[in-house]
């Protein structure tokens, strides 16, 4: 069957750092993509990883373990308008995407 | 460019209707993909159309059903409606590889009495 996980809910400081888990399992693996939801938004991409290792861009990163089937997103200098869903997501082998049921974070100031 | 766009943004519906929602792509974009987001199931996969024709498909009943026209505007449409389908349903629209380059559309927001 086709599993992702994450934590439902997170909160965080402004200006800290914080880190949303996902791990999957998945017919096959395509690659892993975060997105950013804001409530009432669409989902916008923010990431996406083939290879194991971190992919970094900007104030945002993200990780790759496919051994582990494991992934985990990284938001350092945390802002106010990073309250958001954050959406894991695996390509599978028929290229369909699978998400997770998404991580919802509160920043408090 | 002008984004993905889904018309309507709202809609109520009594079970047992039929509703079409419409999504148009971006301009040279080909594939579109449907996914129904609800609180408790997060983003389910609905179906994929390219060129006109249904390339990939999710676990849904075959009352959800879908279209592709030539200038790869798509529709779907659900059949006797049932209270557990009132969800958002998003639209995205890529240019070739449905999950590369993905960009979503604000989603029809269907509420089913």
């Known amino acids: 069957g086709q599993n992702i996980d994450q934590p439902t809910e997170m909160t965080a400081t402004e200006g800290a750092i914080v880190q949303i888990n996902c791990t999957y399992q998945?017919?096959?693996?395509?690659?892993l993509f975060w997105y950013q939801q804001h409530a009432g938004e669409a989902p916008t991409f923010l990431s996406y990883?083939?290879?194991?290792g971190l992919e970094e861009k900007g104030r945002f990163s993200s990780f790759l373990s496919r051994s582990k089937g494991y992934s985990y997103l990284l938001l350092k200098e945390l802002q106010m308008k990073d309250s958001a869903s954050y959406l894991c997501?695996?390509?599978?082998?028929?290229?369909?995407?699978?998400f997770g049921t998404g991580t919802r974070l509160q920043v408090f100031p | 460019k002008a984004g993905v766009t889904q018309t309507p943004r709202y809609l109520i519906k009594t079970r047992g209707q039929q509703v079409t929602l419409s999504c148009s792509p971006i301009?040279?974009?080909?594939?579109v993909s449907w996914y129904q987001q609800t609180p408790g199931q997060g983003l389910q996969f609905l179906f994929e159309?390219?060129?006109?024709?249904?390339?990939n498909k999710g676990n849904f009943p075959g009352r959800f059903s879908g279209r592709q026209f030539s200038n790869s505007r798509s529709e779907m449409n659900v059949s006797t409606l049932e209270l557990g389908d009132s969800a958002l349903y998003l639209c995205?629209?890529?240019?070739?590889?449905?999950?590369?380059?993905?960009?979503f559309g604000p989603g029809t927001r269907l509420t089913v009495l």
């Open positions: 995205a629209s890529s240019l070739v590889q449905a999950s590369l380059g993905q960009v």
């Open positions: 998945t017919s096959g693996f395509n690659g």
């Open positions: 990883n083939v290879l194991d």
């Open positions: 997501a695996v390509r599978d082998e028929t290229d369909k995407l699978i």
């Open positions: 301009s040279g974009h080909r594939s």
């Open positions: 159309y390219f060129s006109e024709t249904q390339r």
